[in-house]
């Protein structure tokens, strides 16, 4: 018997849409990708390569869109029976929302065996904070979306920017949960001028900043530097709703201008006035909110 064209694509969606109870006992449901497009290929064991204006797709929390995709089974299954253990790859265009943030690239590769969707090819991303302040916009070479949490890792000469500040790293872990940023492998916070303020640039091990408040906290090799003044330490948190920095941990501040040295005493730390280019000890020392910089799991 020959099936017809709209024949083929009802079984294909019925393939992709419903499985025995069996299967999705077997694999996490969340993590089951539903493509909805015009199928072609081998509609039992794959690959289905789909098209539209555009292919619409979802996944969990996430809904994709593109201009084509593709869904394959591992070797020697068929499309239904390996639910849970499915790729599937997005061309062109490619749109993914979810809540709060907005995600392109040209091209998503999904495994529903990890729960991961790798965007890449100009990937970038925006997200809209809870309390309606500026916008995070985000771009890496390759961004990776966890369907079982909230949670994208963006690698690759990373950016990220909100309002007048800048961080550059080679590598983002972002809570859309928290509007927490990690970011590690030489992350540097650069923060514009603004007013009679001159620019701030933070560099540390690692950065953590907290985009929904706008504090930060760095640890590790930590060094702050506005105009001609040098601050280091182990550690820094920095609130920029009251321009104010602390450094602790054999905190040590320069000033190239007049060859002035400022050094925090062996259990205290030192209080840095951003806005007035102002410098000094604090004998009882600062309790850095780390707690507060802690991602899920930690």
């Known amino acids: 018997m020959t099936l017809t064209q709209t024949a083929k694509k009802a079984i294909a969606l019925s393939l992709l849409t ?86 392109q690239g040209e091209n998503l590769v999904y495994n529903e065996g990890t729960g991961q969707g790798v965007l890449s090819d100009n990937a970038r991303a925006s997200f809209a904070p809870e309390n309606r302040g500026d916008t995070v916009q985000i771009k890496a070479q390759s961004m ?82 506005q105009g001609s003044i040098t601050t280091t330490g182990n550690a820094l948190f920095y609130d920029d709703t009251k321009n104010v920095a602390y450094v602790v941990g054999n905190a040590v501040s320069r000033d190239s201008s007049n060859g002035t040295t400022v050094r925090a005493p062996a259990s205290g730390a030192l209080e840095q006035r951003t806005d007035l280019s102002r410098v000094r000890t604090l004998s009882s020392g600062f309790n850095i909110p780390t707690a507060q910089f802690k991602l899920r799991g930690e």
């Open 144 to 225: 990776s979306l966890d369907v079982d949490n909230n949670v994208s890792t963006s690698k690759g000469s990373v950016v990220l920017r909100q309002g007048n500040q800048s961080a550059a790293a080679s590598q983002l872990v972002f809570d859309e949960d928290r509007e927490l940023g990690v970011l590690t492998g030489g992350p540097r916070l650069r923060q514009e001028a603004a007013g009679g303020q001159k620019d701030i640039v933070i560099t540390g091990n690692e950065v953590r900043a907290l985009t929904k408040n706008e504090t930060v906290y760095v640890k590790g090799n930590v060094k702050l530097v």
């Open 18 to 103: 419903v499985a025995s109870a069996g299967v999705l006992a077997q694999a996490n449901s969340n993590r089951i990708i539903n493509i909805q497009g015009a199928p072609r290929g081998d509609l039992r064991n794959g690959p289905i390569t789909f098209t539209g204006n555009p292919v619409r797709a979802t996944v969990s929390t996430l809904s994709i869109t593109a201009k084509e995709a593709r869904l394959a089974a591992p070797q020697g299954q068929t499309i239904v029976a390996s639910q849970g253990k499915r790729n599937s790859r997005f061309i062109g265009d490619v749109r993914v929302q979810r809540g709060r943030l907005s995600a």
